[in-house]
């Protein structure tokens, strides 16, 4: 029998790194997906306030078992 994935595409961001933007959007997609296999990070971005950054962003893709 084979597995069949499928994948997602994501947005999220943080105010602390693009890694926990990433765990992030992991941790919300867990929340109604079962079988997480990889995220694929496609895009940084961040938000600039007073030359300091303020949000991390990242566009991703997540993958996932189909049942």
Known sequence: ???VVKVIEVLSESE???EDAAQQAVNRAAK???GIKSIYIENFEA???DNRIVKYRINAKISF???
């Open 32 to 34: 109604t997906l079962h």
């Open 65 to 67: 078992l189909l049942e």
């Open 1 to 3: 029998m084979s597995n």
């Open 16 to 18: 602390k790194s693009w």
């Open 47 to 49: 938000k600039i306030e």
